[in-house]
Every structure is written in structure tokens, then in C-alpha cells.
Nanobody, 124 residues
Framework: QVQLVESGGGLVQAGGSLRLSCAAS????????MGWFRQAPGQEREFVAQ????????AYADSVKGRFTISRDNAKNTVYLQMNSLKQEDTAVYYC?????????????????WGQGTQVTVSS
């Protein structure tokens, strides 16, 4: 079993920055892929970014490319999402997710473990 706990959400003005953290516990091994998703009210959960713990290779949704950066600290079993140049449309609950695998995973159905989510609100 893997447990994920997100933190770092909050209220920020447009153009500002936030850093989300996802602390993992349990049987996290290097062959896991960690992802960030978000869900705004009335919308489906959407892919934001992912990182392979083994190689550090990353992938991003087009909507956040160049503004968000996903990173990991394997020693701390923690994954981060640095969010810069935030826009109102980034407002959502952000979820951390994990899956054991060796490829890229872009859909929520592919991920097995989920955190409880952290609210990010961007004001004008």
C-alpha cells in the first residue's frame, strides 16, 4: 500500500507562485511514476504533470508547460509541483497520484494511488 499526502495549496493572486508537495509513504520504489492532476468544479480530473522516479523524466500538459515544474526528492519520498505565473484558470483541487510502471501515464484511470487533494485558488 502507498499513502500520498499533498500540501502547499492556498490562495494566490494571478501571476504569483505556489509549490505543492506530495509526501509518499509505504512501498514506494524507483519504478513508480508520480503524477499531478487537477479538478475544477463541474469538470473532469485532468492531467497536469508526471515524473518517473527512476529517471526523473517528466511530461506536462500543454496548458501548464513552461509555467509548472515537477520534481522529486527520492531520499524524502516527496514529489513537488512548482507553479509559476499562475492564472485564474489554474484554480482547482490538485491531486497527487502514483502508479507502478515504466511508461508515461496521462489519464486518471491509469493511476492506482491518490492523495486527498489540496485546493489552489488563483484570484484576479
Amino acid at each position: 500500500q502507498v499513502q500520498l499526502v499533498e500540501s502547499g495549496g492556498g490562495l494566490v493572486q494571478a501571476g504569483g507562485s505556489l509549490r505543492l508537495s506530495c509526501a509518499a509513504s509505504g512501498r514506494i520504489v524507483s519504478d513508480y511514476v508520480m503524477g499531478w492532476f487537477r479538478q475544477a468544479p463541474g469538470q473532469e480530473r485532468e492531467f497536469v504533470a508526471q515524473i518517473r522516479l527512476s529517471s526523473g523524466s517528466t511530461a506536462y500538459a500543454d496548458s501548464v508547460k513552461g509555467r509548472f515544474t515537477i520534481s522529486r526528492d527520492n531520499a524524502k519520498n516527496t514529489v513537488y509541483l512548482q507553479m509559476n505565473s499562475l492564472k485564474q484558470e489554474d484554480t482547482a483541487v490538485y491531486y497527487c497520484a502514483a502508479v507502478l510502471g515504466v511508461q508515461d501515464y496521462y489519464t486518471a484511470d491509469e493511476y492506482k494511488y491518490w492523495g486527498q487533494g489540496t485546493q489552489v485558488t488563483v484570484s484576479s
